[in-house]
């Protein structure tokens, strides 16, 4: 456990208690309705295993040791408060190594953990409205929310904010909570088809922690500054910093090229998830035009004022790019080699696509498929 002058420099528990108290209630639904929504949400889940396989052609790696869970948004925050505190113990640990005495030091006292959590806990009850689906790579087992075996990761579906963006959107309940298991199930195939592909993203994230140089009380201003952003923007007097995100803000020139990588693989991940779902859309989900065009509608159109500021804050704009970048890769390469050709993209690190090739496919192509040849 990380602490700082004998207090933890992130009060964990009070993270978890502030997020699940501010997080917005969701759609109104009977407890009926309730039981039902969980058991088709579990029934896709499981259906659309085999449709990503077939549509994929990959492996026959074993699924039954990644649960998938359905939650609602007190059980993503669980689960998310439980996966940062794995990945940035790391980075915690160092900074309170390069904590030393002066007024840098006991203001990062004074502060403490306490008020860190409760920051942190605004910032996670603002995503907890918004995440349909993920797939935890690292996720550890927590008390009501069990981990894969042998360290493996754990689909998470939540069930409200799918009912949510189901009825903003005006689409076929029934459809549209396919096609979201479609694209979670996509990245639950990616993992336990590429048995090294876990191992290579952890070592990436941990050399991008290790090589993190930066003062604690930035870290924590800028924890704070997306904090104040809830609380509806900017102190007043203070001049905007660019609108840098947290990632940009803790780079050295190590991290940005380890940071290009992982973004690179991201993209393909995400990309390759939305080919996914909508190349077996038309097979299995009939309304798939029309919840493509009202998803993409929704994305492009975006929130409010406040909620593109935080999007910028925390990097979730870079997210965004790469469900679209990535997709158009996935799409260019499978056009050109086919599914099989593609699917070299995961025969090892080296045939992984630089962030460069995203952009470009057919440098990607060139190198994997015709050198040598």
């Known amino acids: 456990m990380t602490s700082i002058g004998g207090a933890e420099m992130v009060d964990w528990n009070l993270a978890v208690a502030t997020a699940t108290r501010l997080v917005r209630p969701g759609p109104e639904v009977s407890r009926d309705e309730a039981r039902a929504i969980v058991a088709e949400l579990r029934e896709h889940a499981k259906s659309s295993e085999e449709h990503v396989r077939s549509f994929t052609r990959m492996g026959t790696g074993d699924m039954h040791d990644t649960p998938v869970l359905v939650v609602d948004r007190a059980g993503w925050i669980r689960a ?18 390069r904590r030393g005495p002066g007024p840098g030091g006991a203001m990062l006292g004074a502060v403490g953990g306490k008020v860190t959590g409760v920051e942190l806990g605004m910032l996670l009850s603002f995503l ?25 990761g754990r689909l998470l579906l939540v069930a409200p904010n799918i009912v949510h963006v189901e ?8 459809d549209f909570r396919l096609w979201v298991c479609l694209h979670e199930e996509t990245h639950r195939t990616q993992f336990s088809a590429v048995p090294w592909l876990r191992d290579h993203l952890e070592g990436e994230i941990q050399s991008f922690l290790s090589e993190t140089d930066v003062d ?28 840098r995100s947290i990632v940009e803000l803790v780079q050295t020139p190590a991290q940005r090229e380890i940071l ?47 909620d593109q500021a935080l999007r910028k804050l925390l990097g979730l704009d870079a997210k965004l790019r790469q469900y679209r970048d990535g997709e158009r890769f996935v799409r260019a390469v499978v056009g050109e080699v086919g599914m ?33 040849e």
């Open 80 to 97: 998310n408060v439980a996966g940062f505190r794995e990945i940035l113990k790391p980075l915690l640990d160092k900074m309170q190594d």
């Open 128 to 152: 907890a409205s918004r995440v349909l689906g993920q797939y935890e790579t690292f996720a550890p087992a927590t008390r009501d929310l069990p981990a894969g075996e042998n360290g493996g």
């Open 167 to 174: 009825r903003e959107l005006d689409v076929d309940p029934h």
């Open 216 to 243: 604690p009380m930035t870290f924590l201003e800028r924890i704070r500054e997306a904090a104040q952003s809830l609380a509806g923007g900017r102190p007043e007097g203070e001049e905007d910093d660019g609108g």
């Open 260 to 306: 290009a990588r992982l973004t690179a693989v991201m993209s393909l991940l995400e990309g390759h998830a939305d080919f996914v779902m909508d190349g077996v859309g038309p097979d299995v989900v009939p309304s798939v035009g029309e919840i493509r065009e009202k998803f993409q509608q929704r994305r492009a159109r975006g929130a409010s004022r406040l």
């Open 340 to 372: 099989d050709g593609f699917n070299r993209v995961w025969t090892s690190p080296n045939t992984l696509p630089t962030k460069a090739e995203i952009a470009k496919p057919a440098d990607w192509v060139a190198r994997v498929h015709r050198k040598g």
